[in-house]
């Protein structure tokens, strides 16, 4: 039981570029698949969790797997979007995400391994939720538009209409802007562990 969340979160890691190789190609049945998997992985974050407290065996390695393991399958996910449509998901928008949520991620897991507690707003547990929902509709309506069902015209409404510009739009700025809330709020924690190394 012990090793169980760290095995999932290996699994998670594993399966972020499959659904990644899956999703970029053109046949609908790959693409169709690899939701499957994205969601087969997000449910492995739930479990890996929840195992992990209720069972009390969190480890250091844990602190350190779980939200790399998160950022794998997050990246994945949004370097898939400009191979939809580059003017709505610019590659720009994909970088800025991925800096900032590189750099957090890496402060957070250096400053767990020396027992240092930064505080966490409101904002960045919103960045996470307004993500990943902003990723499900997105890659979901992105195998409706290709396929020969109902939500078809539904899904290509949605893209020719520019709604999913401002959404990533959005979504850019909130997560730009939950990484410079997160640097000010522990400025004094991080200054005096600099200057203390």
Do not use: H
């Not at 750099?103 to 966490?120: F, H, M, Q």
């Not at 990723?135 to 539904?154: M, R, S, T, W």
């Amino acid at each position: 039981m012990k090793n169980i969340p760290n095995i999932l979160s290996a699994i998670r890691m594993v399966l972020a570029p499959i659904f990644l190789f899956m999703y970029i190609q053109d046949e609908l049945i790959w693409r169709s698949l690899s939701v499957a998997v994205f969601a087969t992985a997000a449910v492995t974050d739930y479990f890996d969790g929840k195992i992990a407290r209720y069972y009390k065996v969190e480890s250091d390695f844990g602190v350190f797997l779980d939200p790399l393991a998160d950022k794998f399958l997050t990246f994945a996910g949004f370097f898939c979007l400009p191979f939809l449509d580059t003017a709505q998901f610019p590659w720009w928008a994909v970088a800025l995400i991925v800096i900032r949520d590189v750099g957090v991620t890496g402060l957070r897991i250096y400053t767990n391994r020396k027992d240092i507690v930064l505080e966490t707003r409101f904002t960045a547990k919103a960045k996470t939720m307004v993500q990943m929902i902003f990723l499900y509709a997105v890659l979901l309506l992105g195998v409706f538009k290709e396929a020969d069902i109902e939500f078809a015209n539904l899904a290509n409404q949605f893209f020719n209409s520019g709604l999913l510009y401002y959404a990533m739009m959005f979504v850019t700025v909130l997560t730009v802007y939950s990484g410079i809330e997160y640097l000010w709020v522990n400025r004094k924690i991080l200054n005096s562990q600099s200057q203390a190394s």
